[in-house]
C-alpha cells in the first residue's frame, strides 16, 4: 500500500479529478449495494402474495433506471481515473528525458540503451496502472465490500453475518505473503526485461558485424536464453498472481457454506425471511469481487512499486559534472592550457589514461595530435568537453578554468567531430543546421562547400532534402564525416576539434578541406587529432602520445629530424602513400 504513498504527490496534484472520480465509484457501490435489498423486498413481498402488478412494474423501472445509471457514473470515471493516470506516466516519462540529457558519461556507461528504453515504457506503464486500474481496484474492492458488510449487518442479519466472515482473517494472512512474493519477483522479472531488451538493441544495432562473423546462431542462442528468463520471471509473478484468486474464492466459499447453513437455521427457526436469506447470499456472492479484486491489487501494486523504484534509480542518480552557481555565462575565447597531471577513467582507476599532459594552444592556432591507437587523444578531448571531471590539473579557456563556465557556454563554443559520426534520421539539410534551425539555406550550402561535401549532397535523390537513416546508414563512411564536420563547423566555435575525422577521405580531399578550415578559421582554434600525418603536418604544433603521455612535440620540420615515432611512421606513411601512387 506504500505504493499509493510514492505517488502522493502525484494525487495531491490532480485531486479535483480523483475526488470526482472516486466519488462516483463510492456512488456507484451504493446503487449496487441496494439492489439485493430490492430484489429481496420483492420475493418476500411475492412470498406473501402482497405484491401488485404495478408495484412489480415500478420495482422493475427503479431497477433499469439503476442500470442506466450505473452506466452512465461508469463512463464518468473511467474517464476521470484512466484519463488522469495517464497523466502521470507523461509527467515520468518527461522527467526522466530531462534527466538523460543533464546526465554524464559515466551514467551512460552504467545504465544500457535497452535498459533505460525498458525503464521509460513498461515500468512507466506499470507506475500508469497504479494511478488508474489500482485507484479503481482499492475504491472499488473497499466501497464494494464495507458497503456490502455493512448491508448484510444492519439489513439482513448480524448474527449471520459475523458467522459468515469467521474465514476472512485468513485472507489477510494470505495477501501479506502473496504481497511480499510479488514484490520481489516483479523487481527480478523487470530487470530481466531490461536486459533482454538490451540485447535486442545490441543486436539489432550490431547485425551487420554478426551476420559478417556469421555468428547468428549464437545470437540467437542468447537471445533465446534471454527470452526464457523474461518468461520464467514472469511465470514466477503469475503464479503467486493465479494462486491467490482460488484460494480467496475457496475462502469465500467457505464463507458462502457457513452463510447458507446458519441462515437456513434461522429461516426455519422464523428469524429471518426467505427473502432476507436470498439477499444475504447475493451479497456473500458480491464480496467475492471485492477479494478477487484485492489480489489483482496487490500484483497492480507490487509491479509498480518494482517499478517505481526502478525509476527513482535513475532520477537520483547525479551527473559528477557540477555546475557553480554563480558559474560564467559568457562565451570561451582566448588561449587555451591543457595541464593534466593524471586522469584515470572512474571504471579503470588503477590505471591513468593520460598524464603529465602541458599543452598551450595560442588562439588561432592549430594542434595536432597523433599518436598510435589507444594513447589518449580521444580521452583528451573528453576532459575539454568536460564529460569527465575527476581529473588532476586543470585546463582554461583565457586563464579561466573550464569548471568556472557554465556546461551550455563553454560547449556552444566547441565544434567537436567525434570519431564515431552520428546522423539523425532527418534530412541532410537538418543534420547541418542541427544546432540553428534558422541558418539559411545559403550559409548550409557555403559550409557545406567547405568540408567538401556539396558536390556529394547535390549527387543524392533530393539534394539537401534526402533523408538520412538512422546513424547515417545510406552514406558512405566519408559522406557521414564531411557532414557531421559541416555541422560541428556552422557554428564558427571558437574551438574546433576534428578527431579522427578526416579518416575515410582521400588525400585530395583532406587537403581540399583543411585549406578551406585555415582561410575560414584565421582567429579561431583547432585542435585535429589524426593516424595519417598529413592531416597534421601543417599544424603550429604537434604533440604524439603514447600512453597517455606526450613523448615527442614540436612543429612537423622539428618532428621529422626527431628520430621517434613519427618520423618513422611519416617515413612508412609516405612509402605507402607512394606505392599507391605506382599501382594507380
Ligand atoms: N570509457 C572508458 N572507460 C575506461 N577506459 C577507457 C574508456 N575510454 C577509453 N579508455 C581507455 O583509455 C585509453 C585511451 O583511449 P583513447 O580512446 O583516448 O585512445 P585514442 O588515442 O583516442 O585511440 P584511437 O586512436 O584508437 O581512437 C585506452 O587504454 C582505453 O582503453
Do not use: C
Not at 8 to 32: C, D, N, P
Not at 40 to 53: C, L, S, Y
Amino acid at each position: 500500500m506504500d505504493m499509493f504513498g510514492k505517488l502522493g504527490w502525484f494525487f495531491k496534484q490532480e485531486r479535483k479529478a480523483y475526488i470526482f472520480g472516486i466519488s462516483m465509484l463510492i456512488l456507484l457501490s451504493v446503487m449496487t449495494a441496494l439492489v439485493p435489498m430490492i430484489i429481496g423486498i420483492i420475493i418476500d413481498n411475492m412470498a406473501a402474495g402482497t405484491i401488485t402488478g404495478s408495484q412489480l412494474v415500478t420495482w422493475s423501472v427503479v431497477l433499469v433506471v439503476i442500470a442506466i445509471v450505473q452506466y452512465v457514473m461508469r463512463y464518468v470515471w473511467r474517464t476521470k481515473i484512466f484519463g488522469t493516470s495517464a497523466k502521470l506516466e507523461k509527467i515520468l516519462r518527461a522527467r526522466l528525458f530531462t534527466h538523460f540529457t543533464q546526465m554524464d558519461s559515466i551514467f551512460f556507461q552504467k545504465y544500457r540503451t535497452g535498459d533505460l528504453m525498458a525503464r521509460t515504457t513498461n515500468d512507466l506503464n506499470s507506475i500508469r496502472m497504479v494511478a488508474g486500474g489500482g485507484i479503481l481496484t482499492l475504491v472499488d474492492s473497499l466501497s464494494q465490500g464495507l458497503l456490502t458488510l455493512f448491508m448484510m449487518f444492519f439489513f439482513v442479519d448480524w448474527r449471520l453475518t459475523l458467522v459468515s466472515i469467521i474465514p476472512i482473517p485468513l485472507l489477510t494472512i494470505l495477501i501479506r505473503f502473496v504481497g511480499r512474493k510479488l514484490h520481489y519477483h516483479s523487481r527480478k522479472s523487470q530487470a530481466a526485461f531490461s536486459s533482454m531488451n538490451d540485447k535486442v538493441q545490441e543486436s539489432v544495432t550490431g547485425m551487420k558485424v554478426i551476420k559478417t562473423f556469421g555468428e547468428e546462431e549464437l545470437d540467437i542462442e542468447d537471445f533465446k536464453k534471454m527470452t526464457t528468463n523474461v518468461v520464467d520471471r514472469n511465470q514466477k509473478v503469475y503464479l503467486f498472481d493465479a494462486a491467490f484468486r482460488p484460494a480467496s474464492q475457496l475462502i469465500m466459499g467457505a464463507a458462502t457454506i457457513l452463510g447458507v447453513f446458519f441462515g437456513g437455521f434461522l429461516v426455519s427457526q422464523g428469524e429471518i425471511t426467505i427473502g432476507l436469506l436470498v439477499a444475504f447470499i447475493s451479497y456473500v456472492t458480491r464480496l467475492q469481487w471485492p477479494m478477487i479484486a484485492i489480489g489483482r491489487l496487490f500484483n497492480i501494486l507490487e509491479r509498480g512499486s518494482a517499478s517505481y523504484d526502478r525509476i527513482l534509480e535513475i532520477l537520483n542518480e547525479k551527473s559528477t559534472i557540477i555546475e557553480e552557481p554563480d558559474a560564467l555565462s559568457q562565451s570561451i575565447s582566448g588561449d587555451i592550457h591543457i595541464d593534466i597531471d593524471e586522469f584515470a577513467y572512474p571504471d579503470d582507476e588503477e590505471e591513468a589514461s593520460l598524464r603529465d599532459i602541458d599543452i598551450h594552444i595560442k588562439q588561432g592556432n592549430t594542434l595536432g595530435i597523433v599518436g598510435r591507437t589507444g594513447s589518449g587523444k580521444t580521452s583528451l578531448f573528453k576532459l575539454l568537453l568536460r564529460d569527465y571531471d575527476q581529473f588532476k590539473g586543470d585546463i582554461t579557456f583565457n586563464g579561466i578554468s573550464i569548471k568556472d563556465y557554465q556546461l551550455d557556454s563553454l560547449l556552444a563554443n566547441i565544434g567537436y567531430v567525434p570519431q564515431d559520426n552520428f546522423l539523425f534520421s532527418t534530412t541532410v539539410r537538418d543534420n547541418i543546421r542541427f544546432a540553428n534551425m534558422d541558418t539559411t539555406d545559403k550559409e548550409v550550402e557555403d559550409i557545406a562547400k567547405v568540408t567538401s561535401v556539396h558536390e556529394d549532397i547535390l549527387g543524392f535523390s533530393e539534394g539537401y532534402d534526402t533523408l538520412v537513416g538512422e546513424r547515417g546508414v545510406a552514406l558512405s563512411g566519408g559522406q557521414k564525416q564531411r557532414i557531421s564536420m559541416a555541422r560541428a563547423m556552422l557554428i564558427n566555435p571558437e574551438l574546433l576539434i576534428l578527431d579522427d575525422s578526416l579518416s575515410a577521405v582521400d588525400a585530395k580531399t583532406e587537403e581540399a578541406i583543411l585549406n578551406s578550415i585555415k582561410e575560414t578559421r584565421e582567429d579561431k582554434s583547432t585542435i585535429i587529432s589524426a593516424h595519417r600525418l598529413s592531416s597534421v603536418m601543417h599544424a603550429d604544433e604537434i604533440v604524439v602520445l603514447d600512453e597517455g603521455q606526450i613523448v615527442e612535440r614540436g612543429t612537423h620540420a622539428e618532428l621529422i629530424n626527431n628520430n621517434g615515432w613519427y618520423q618513422e611512421m611519416y617515413e612508412h606513411q609516405q612509402l605507402e602513400l607512394s606505392s599507391e601512387m605506382e599501382e594507380v
